[in-house]
């Protein structure tokens, strides 16, 4: 029995008061009711604590390394943004000469190749015979290899490097020394898009004319390679679109794709921007192509012109502009209506205005490759020689590796391995297997060479074919320097330790050459435990003091120069343009006009095939992107596919209709024998049709770098495969002006498009006028008619915006629509991809999207861009409707989105005239819901400073709310105001063009009031 | 008082008090027929199809809907506003009717009336389904909470949730206390404990006392006055989801009137097609007569010809606005992609109603029934006309595109009205299904008014007044 | 019913019972009651019944849930935390009218349902009804009587008037 009926203990206490019982329990439970509310469906993110935290790092704060994108041609300078040790963003590097703070949409994604999880992670034997693969380590790999190499060199065999663009001096130069370390090594560089072209057509006009480096007596980047026609890609000039008033491009897309977008992007725009103030100057341009391009967008004069008249365009202005030879007499223009549909009046025109801005024009070209292309770069070098445009616009002694590529040396190797002379093969950061056209043969040749190594970052279309698979590193795993135009050395540095057993390329080389012997060559003294990616860090430090740091001329030690370049990421060493190219060899032109054989008359009859490559797909190697592939054309709006452009007209004529899907069928003439029986025998390629107004009428365009089949789980099986159409020419490979027929199939192929419709409806969206009424009245083109009193009338009083006011204003006449700023927004705030299924329903998570609209003509069509994000309406529809005030202003401003309180009744969504609001239709943030979204370990890549989104609820631009607070918070531990410019947002950021610009509209000298101000 | 009603009674003459009872109350007294359980079958599996689709969405995610930009609302809030409409006709029978002494209204207000309880607890639940996190909804209710947050009173939707439920309570509370009585009445009918008990537990322990009718009557009388202007607000306020926005097509004076007279229109064709059905499956057609029917068609036609007024209002509105979006709106909707919807809407909703000009057809119970289903479906489609040709081609052209409905929103769209025709199935064997005391009001056949006046003898169904 | 005798008097016809109630009053019976299926419109005189007072508690509530509403609705948006939504002002009074109304609606019509209840003493679940059949067609006159003596006379009284059954409470 009980001796109490109650404890004594809780009688002695006062009702309302606990006993320690009492609180232990209450503890207990709500520590269990605490554990069970955390039980919910939020992904679990594991917290790390820093026990021996690494100096530099501070939780929760952003550190920057200044490097150079090596994922693309460019070759830009990027800040990469880290957090706790991973990489997070690319941002253009203000400091870089080439891009100077913008950044391309396919730089900014690199991130996703590093976390890609089709990264191949260890080295891998394989057995061709067999197809049977195996995982190996390093060690056994490298011993393998060297015996390999022994065995070939002590019979005098051949060893083969095939690499893309490779990267600065240092790596030239270890590439120079292990090609010379081998009895018969050669290197040969050959990008799938390239600028041969340009320049061969330089050396045919200008004999090898002198490049800086070779002035200032310095050894060769490259070793001059027995047999090699020339140092890759060193005769390509550098443009200068900064400088020319006027700018013409026959089929040279240089706001997208050609050669370095970014840099020519920013350039261009720079001649065209305007203050307001009805003065300013616009540049001039003008676009003959066969296909709408991004540049053709933008043009001011565009005329469609089918590829193979394109020779006969250009050689048509030389003799308008004056040009005299004898060759230009049949060319010039004379009674004619018109030359390659170019109306008369219109090509006297533009030589007009050439002629006026004579050393201030600027003539380019480009999409014609092969012979067609060497013809058309000879005839523009003419005319860019005749208006005295080099040493002016364009610079010769500073020329342009981005692109490099030269189709002889890649003819000659395919030629020796189809002999069965080549014993080993390396290839390296490139895809020949996908990339080059069976008709180069390069697959036969592939089959004949004993040794195939080959270092990719997946398990490609080359690996199958391989020995050796051997996994490469990131850039932003590695070490390594780049030289994307001479005299700009760029660093390229590690941001993260490699994610796997990776190395590269130049480690690779330093193991297999015997790292320490380099080492001893170089002077350096590294202790012989080191791992070649050490000695690799020792070679590129000691070749940057032996050839740069010199030159460089500083009076401060190497030391501190090395850590200014680690810091702002390149080093400049080029003035101004030293002198022209020379006389013109007149000869050439002679391959120009035998190439427009009979003269300026109408080419070929029939469709021309022409293929592009995209400014989200490139030349393919993106294609396991999951945000490339999401992100629209910039011209055609479509995502996840490549299709057949047709003209409207021409579609209407053959009765196709968009999504119809037809065959393409090459010539017989263009077809080889069936070696590969499985890749090509009379496979016919089937695309869907997609109906682009400003299509040349003769013209089937096809956009290149889909259908892969090894790219991994995002990239495969997206669209088809077109390369084979592409015909194989002693000059190079032709893309453009060949022949095809085309077939129905009678099939239907849905394309994913995110603009849902292309014209304007005639509605005062986008306001334009003409440079001449603008110099009248700048406030011409603007209609506020329907305002009373310069505002909309209201019932409700304003609110008053004290302090800081955010906004935004976006150029128009400055945005090329490159669609940069739709990436560097989904990077910055963690949007998901989507997949095609659910863009086909209309469901893309992009807060930012270029709208594109075409004006109803539709032959060739003006466009306009217009990017569309939150407005952040000062009365927002959005927020009255929102029931539970989940989207709200604060006192800056802003339209907020409050994720954690939105509910998702879409009503925002429905009542926001612009539609930039967004729903999570599904759980995105969860990494194993689709393999196109953030599988592991792509996550590691998100924001940590932007929430991943549940399902179910709305979100929309923030204006990158995360860096103001940044911006804020920095300015606060400063003690000073927020400085104007302080703060950007990841769109304005990576503009190559600056036509967004952020700022506080409360201060009148901020840059974005005075915008505002702007009558415009 | 209409001299027609003196010629054919609204009850049939010679029932009595107690063939009142025993007819209303004999679904309640016998065992179901098979047919019965067959209608509850389907109707039970329809709601599960329905269950089915909202717990798929509530595991993936809305995005399992056809929905997406810009049509960020579709069947769902069609389906709401529809049946949100379909409710309308009870309250309207039972309460402005009954202001205005209407006394033909009595053998169907109840079902009326229940249908209005069974319409809105359907159309609740598409708001309650239609947001992305459904488990959040009871954040659309101002309580207090730790944060200090409360709702937006200015959201036409919160609007919305504060006229639903309040028209759901009332319309609860109404129709409850009219079930009083007859409850009681069942009550003293039963035969078994367990019936006894539960009729008995829910009639309150009402006795008939005089005292009690007293309040009842003004009670009964006061709720039937504020619902009046409720069932008004309501469907108003669900207009305001659309007015009070900015998209062209929406974004219009008109709509509280237009969508009150659609929302009549709906309802009585439904009260139409489900009296045809109770009438012949339990019987009554000595309590429903052809001349109840004959009245209804009345009002359908009357509000048919209102809704196609404002049809052509808002043609003329947006014609006359000379504001580009809003005529562009009007022109997508009659001649764009979804002009079908446009005119199954128009041809529904104008064109069928109009033979009922005809009285032989007004009569005609098979006639009835189609034109009342044929209403039905172009109200259907005037909401999705209404809600998804705005949506779909707004302001920027970029993002205009189309809407298709997927699986999920067929499922949901059935599962509402098996969900709707369980209740009412169950309704009709659980419930009386017509106010037994008020018929019997309306059953004197004579009058003899207090004091020492001469007995007065009263035609049939006749107003009796003191 | 009261637990006072009397005499339950169940008459077929509505007139007869009132008739009867008359006869019952002007012998000087008071508090009388009838329990009938349907509302007798006029009996209300004749049984001496009182107002109801339910419109008073419907004036009241509904003003308290109009002001109250609106109140409420200014305190959360105004006073509380006052929040720029959409450039409107806090005190957005047009915006606050529907859910002013509807409050309105909702505590004066609850409040007519709980006032009826309460007024009619409901719920009541253990009390005894008079009669069974006064819910279906029975009209039955319940006459409260203080003497026992004076049961016979009210006995008489009703059957004079057409009762068809007379029972006595005591």
């Known amino acids: 029995m009980k001796e109490f009926f109650s404890d004594p203990r809780e009688e002695a206490l006062k009702p309302g008061e606990f006993s320690r019982r009492d609180f232990l329990k209450l503890m207990g439970i709500s520590t269990v009711l605490a554990g069970a509310a955390a039980c919910t469906r939020r992904p679990v993110e594991r917290i790390i604590p820093y026990l021996n935290k690494p100096e530099e790092v501070t939780p929760g704060e952003a550190l920057w390394y200044a490097s150079t994108s090596m994922d693309c041609h460019c070759q830009c300078g990027v800040l990469v943004k880290t957090r706790e040790g991973r990489p997070i963003k690319l941002e253009g590097n203000p400091d870089h000469p080439v891009n100077r703070g913008g950044l391309c949409a396919r730089a900014q994604t690199s991130v996703w190749n590093l976390y890609d999880p089709d990264r191949l992670r260890t080295p891998v034997l394989r057995d061709r015979a067999k197809g049977s693969t195996a995982e190996a380590g390093w060690d056994p790999v490298d011993q393998q290899i060297r015996e390999a190499f022994a065995q070939i060199n002590a019979k005098r065999g051949r060893v083969r490097l095939l690499t893309g663009a490779t990267g600065g001096p240092a790596t030239q130069q270890l590439i120079g020394e292990f090609v010379a370390a081998q009895t018969d090594g050669r290197h040969i560089v050959y990008e799938p898009v390239n600028t041969d072209e340009i320049a061969q057509a330089h050396v045919e006009c200008f004999g090898r004319f002198s490049e800086q480096s070779e002035r200032e007596g310095e050894a060769p980047a490259a070793l001059p390679l027995e047999g090699a026609t020339r140092a890759p890609g060193i005769t390509t000039p550098r443009y200068r679109f900064d400088r020319a008033d006027v700018v013409v491009t026959l089929g040279a897309d240089f706001l997208g794709t050609w050669i370095s977008p970014v840099e020519f992007a920013r350039d261009w725009a720079a001649g065209r921007k305007l203050n307001g103030d009805g003065k300013g100057r616009m540049s001039r341009l003008i676009v003959l192509e066969p296909i709408l391009t991004l540049t053709g967008t933008n043009a001011d004069e565009r005329y469609p012109v089918k590829p193979t008249d394109l020779v006969a365009v250009a050689l048509a202005l030389a003799a308008e502009c004056g040009g005299t030879p004898e060759m230009l007499k049949p060319f010039a223009l004379n009674e004619r209506d018109a030359v390659g549909g170019v109306p008369a009046a219109a090509l006297k025109r533009i030589a007009q205005a050439l002629a006026s801005a004579r050393g201030r024009s600027l003539i380019v070209a480009g999409l014609l490759t092969g012979e067609q292309g060497i013809a058309l770069q000879v005839a523009v070098n003419y005319l860019n020689s005749l208006l005295g445009n080099y040493g002016q616009t364009i610079d010769v002694s500073h020329g342009s590796r981005q692109a490099p590529g030269v189709f002889a040396d890649l003819q000659t190797l395919i030629d020796e391995m189809n002999a069965g002379t080549v014993d080993a093969l390396i290839v390296s950061g490139v895809n020949p297997v996908y990339n080059l056209p069976i008709a180069t043969r390069f697959i036969d040749g592939m089959k004949k060479v004993p040794l195939v190594i080959q270092m990719t970052d997946r398990v490609d279309e080359t690996s199958a074919m391989a020995d050796i698979v051997l996994p490469v590193s990131h850039f932003l795993e590695s070490w390594g320097d780049a030289e994307p135009q001479t005299g700009v050395y760029s660093i390229v540095q590690p941001t993260i330790a490699p994610l796997y057993l990776t190395r590269t390329l130049a480690a690779n080389l330093i193991a297999w050459m015997n790292g320490a012997a380099v080492a001893a060559a170089k002077g350096l003294v590294v202790p012989p435990e080191k791992s070649p990616e050490e000695y690799w860090y020792e070679y590129l430090r000691a070749t940057w003091r032996e050839r740069i740091y010199p030159t460089f001329g500083a009076s401060v030690s190497f030391e501190a120069f090395w850590e200014s370049c680690l810091r702002t990421g390149a080093v400049e060493m080029r003035g101004e343009a030293q002198g022209g190219a020379g006389a013109f060899n007149t000869e050439a032109l002679a391959r120009a006009t035998r190439v427009s054989a009979g003269g300026p008359a109408d080419g070929p009859v029939g469709p021309q095939l022409v293929g592009y490559p995209t400014v989200a797909q490139y030349d393919g190697r993106y294609a396991n992107n999951s945000w490339l592939q999401e992100l629209p054309d910039p011209v055609t709006k479509i995502t996840w596919d490549n299709y057949v452009c047709l003209a409207p007209r021409t579609a209407k004529r053959l009765g196709l209709e968009e999504e119809d899907v037809i065959a393409l069928v090459p010539p017989q003439s263009a077809r080889v024998p069936a070696e590969d029986p499985e890749r090509y025998s009379e496979k016919l390629v089937e695309l869907p049709v997609h109906i682009q107004p400003g299509t040349h009428e003769d013209v089937v365009a096809v956009p290149i770098g889909y259908g892969r089949t090894a790219a991994g789980r995002v990239g495969n099986g997206v669209g088809a495969f077109v390369h084979d159409l592409a015909q194989v020419r002693p000059e190079g490979i032709a893309w453009a002006g060949l022949p095809v027929s085309i077939a129905k199939t009678g099939k239907r192929h849905r394309l994913a498009t995110t603009q849902g419709h292309q014209q304007l409806m005639g509605r005062p969206i986008i306001q334009e006028t003409t440079f001449e009424e603008y110099r009248k009245n700048p406030h011409a083109g603007a209609d506020d008619s329907h305002w009373h009193d310069g505002a909309p009338p209201s019932m409700w009083a304003k609110h008053k915006y004290e302090g800081r006011r955010w906004g935004m204003a976006i150029d128009l006449n400055s945005c090329t629509g490159c669609s940069a700023c739709v990436v560097a927004c989904q990077v910055e705030n963690n949007i998901p991809a989507v997949g095609k299924k659910q863009i086909l329903k209309g469901r893309e998570m992009h807060w930012l999207r270029i709208d594109r609209y075409y004006s109803p003509e539709e032959e060739n069509p003006n466009v306009v861009h217009q990017p569309m994000l939150c407005q952040h309406c000062e009365k927002a529809p959005c927020e009255t409707v929102c029931p539970v005030l989940a989207t709200v202003h604060d006192n800056e401003g802003l339209n907020l989105q409050v994720y954690n309180r939105c509910v998702g009744t879409r009503y925002c969504s429905n009542n926001c005239p612009y539609k930039v609001r967004r729903f999570n239709w599904f759980d995105y943030g969860n990494k194993n819901r689709a393999h196109y979204v953030w599988q592991e370990p792509l996550h590691l890549m998100l924001n940590p400073d932007v929430t991943v989104r549940e399902k179910g609820i709305m979100e929309k631009c923030t204006f990158c709310i995360q860096r103001i607070r940044k911006g804020k918070e920095d300015a606060k531990a400063k003690g000073i105001e927020v400085a104007d410019g302080a703060i950007k947002t990841a769109c304005q950021q990576s503009c190559p063009t600056d036509a967004i610009v952020f700022g506080d509209m409360n201060d009148p000298e901020s840059r974005v009031a005075k915008l505002k101000k702007d009558p415009r | ?466 | 019913m009261s637990s006072k005798q009397g005499v339950v008097g169940i008459f077929a016809d509505p007139h007869e019972l009132i008739d009867g109630a008359v006869a019952a009053r002007r012998a000087g019976h008071q508090n009388l009651d009838a329990f009938t299926p349907y509302p007798i419109h006029g009996i209300d005189k004749v049984l001496g019944i009182k107002k109801s007072w339910i419109s008073v508690v419907t004036l009241l509530f509904g003003l308290l849930g109009c002001f109250g509403g609106l109140g409420f609705q200014i305190w959360t948006s105004a006073v509380a935390w006052p929040v720029n939504v959409g450039g409107k002002p806090m005190l957005s009074i047009p915006a606050f009218i529907p859910i002013t109304f509807e409050s309105t609606i909702l505590l004066g019509g609850v409040m007519t349902f709980i006032g009826v209840l309460s007024f009619c003493g409901l719920p009541k679940w253990k009390g005894r009804i008079v009669d069974p059949r006064v819910s279906a067609d029975a009209f039955a006159l319940w006459v409260p009587v203080r003497e026992s003596q004076q049961i016979s006379h009210v006995e008489k009284l009703m059957k004079e008037n057409g009762a068809y059954e007379v029972r006595v409470v005591t």
């Open chain 2, 1 to 466: 008082m209409e001299t027609v009603w003196k010629k054919e009674p609204l009850i049939h003459p010679r029932k009595k008090l107690t063939d009142v009872d025993r007819d209303i109350c004999a679904p309640m007294e016998s065992r179901p027929s098979w047919r019965w359980y067959a209608c509850l079958a389907v109707a039970v599996s329809c709601a599960l199809v329905g269950a089915a689709c909202v717990g798929y969405q509530l595991h993936t995610g809305f995005g399992v809907w056809g929905i997406s930009y810009p049509v960020g609302w579709a069947v769902d809030i069609t389906n709401f506003v529809f049946w949100i409409g379909i409710g309308h006709a009870g309250t309207l029978i039972s309460a402005i009717l009954h202001l205005f002494r209407q006394r033909w209204r009595t053998s169907i207000n109840r079902s009326a009336e229940a249908m209005t309880i069974f319409a809105v607890m359907t159309a609740g639940i598409f708001p309650l389904i239609h947001t992305g996190r459904p488990w959040y909804d009871f954040w659309l209710l101002p309580y207090p909470n730790e944060r200090g947050l409360w709702v937006n009173f200015r959201s036409p939707l919160l609007w919305d949730v504060f006229a639903v439920s309040t028209y759901f309570t009332i319309s609860l509370v109404f129709w409850y206390l009219g079930l009083v009585p007859d409850l009681a009445t069942v009550r003293d009918r039963a035969k078994t404990k367990i019936k006894k008990f539960i009729y008995g537990f829910l009639a309150l322990g009402w006795n008939g006392s005089e005292r009690g009718w007293k309040h009842y009557e003004l009670a009964h009388l006061i709720l039937a006055g504020i619902s009046t202007p409720l069932v008004l607000s309501v469907h108003s306020i669900v207009s305001f989801d659309f007015a009070v926005s900015l998209l062209p097509g929406w974004h219009t004076t008109i709509f509280p009137p237009y969508f009150v007279a659609g929302a009549i229109f709906s309802g009585f064709a439904m009260v139409v097609t489900l009296l045809v059905i109770v009438r012949k499956v339990f019987g009554l057609e000595d309590y429903i007569t052809l001349q109840h029917m004959d009245n209804m068609n009345k009002i359908i036609l009357v509000t048919g010809m209102m809704v196609g007024y404002a049809y052509g209002m808002e043609m003329f509105t947006a014609w006359y606005s000379g504001n580009e979006f809003e005529r562009f709106t009007f022109m997508n909707r009659a001649l764009g992609p979804y002009a079908w919807a446009y005119w199954i809407m128009v041809s529904c909703n104008v064109l069928v109603p109009q033979i009922f000009w005809s009285k032989k057809l007004r009569r005609s119970i098979p006639v009835m029934f189609v034109a009342s289903l044929f209403v039905n479906v172009g109200m259907w489609f005037e909401r999705f006309t209404i809600i998804v040709t705005s949506l779909h081609r707004d302001y920027l052209p970029s993002s205009w595109g189309m809407y298709k409905p997927s699986f999920v929103e067929v499922g949901v769209t059935i599962g509402s009205f098996g969900f709707f025709f369980m209740w009412f199935l169950l309704f009709c064997r659980g419930l009386p299904t017509i106010a037994m005391s008020e018929v019997k009001s309306t059953m004197h056949t004579f009058l003899k008014p207090f004091g020492k006046k001469k007995v007065k003898v009263v035609e049939t169904g006749e107003e009796y007044v003191f």
